[in-house]
T-cell receptor
Framework: AQRVTQPEKLLSVFKGAPVELKCNYS??????LFWYVQYSRQRLQLLLR??SRESIKGFTADLNKGETSFHLKKPFAQEEDSAMYYC?????????????FGQGTTLQVKP | GAVVSQHPSRVICKSGTSVKIECRSL??????MFWYRQFPKKSLMLMAT?????????EQGVEKDKFLINHASLTLSTLTVTSAHPEDSSFYIC????????????FGPGTRLTVT
């Protein structure tokens, strides 16, 4: 079955500390994976997609097919990074937009 | 960036009535929109794909007669919850893909439905 798992509901770090938000997926084909972020009282927005191999706001994520993971990382957390982060998988064939979301991880960056 | 709006932001209706939620892409045309449902403290669950000019496609387990979707124009999709019951109370979120930005998916702010 296709599934996205984010094992941590809450991740709390101090400002300047490294951050890693875990995401594992289950998918039989070639996955298209995304990270979305939702800041307080704002709508969901795209943070990055694996196919772009880009770094947004200092965040990166590498697709590891062997471990079926797509962990989100940032070397030095900032207070403004505090938000809810969702990992998502496009479960259609190709870039269909049909997303399966993980449960989400709340990142709390303390001063 | 592209903007997607939803109306209303909150609605309360009585059990047995129907309620319509609108989703609009404000500055781009979207041939495809999506409807999600979010339960309290849970993740988003894809309900259906709304296709302009054709029938919506529903995810497994979602009742198409219960959740009617109409995508009559390139900027508007509507979700009608028919004969609503308290268990339909939820947060409904739509999204739209912008072909101008490599089909990036933009999300609306959501609609809180409460059925009494």
């Amino acid at each position: 079955a296709q599934r996205v798992t984010q094992p941590e509901k809450l991740l709390s770090v101090f400002k300047g500390a490294p951050v890693e938000l875990k995401c594992n997926y289950s998918y039989s084909g070639s996955p298209e994976l995304f990270w979305y972020v939702q800041y307080s009282r704002q709508r969901l927005q795209l943070l990055l997609r694996h196919i772009s191999r880009e770094s947004i706001k200092g965040f990166t994520a590498d697709l590891n097919k062997g471990e079926t993971s797509f962990h989100l990382k940032k070397p030095f957390a900032q207070e403004e990074d505090s938000a809810m982060y969702y990992c998502a998988l496009d479960h259609g064939s190709g870039n269909t937009g049909k997303l399966i979301f993980g449960q989400g991880t709340t990142l709390q960056v303390k001063p | 960036g592209a903007v997607v709006s939803q109306h209303p932001s909150r609605v309360i209706c009585k059990s047995g009535t129907s309620v319509k939620i609108e989703c609009r892409s404000l500055d781009f045309q979207a041939t495809t929109m999506f409807w999600y449902r979010q339960f309290p403290k849970k993740s988003l669950m894809l309900m259906a794909t709304s296709n302009e000019g054709s029938k919506a496609t529903y995810e497994q387990g979602v009742e198409k007669d219960k959740f009617l979707i109409n995508h009559a124009s390139l900027t508007l999709s509507t979700l009608t919850v028919t004969s609503a019951h308290p268990e339909d109370s939820s947060f409904y979120i739509c999204s739209a893909r912008d072909p101008g930005t490599r089909y990036e998916q933009y999300f609306g702010p959501g609609t809180r439905l409460t059925v009494t």
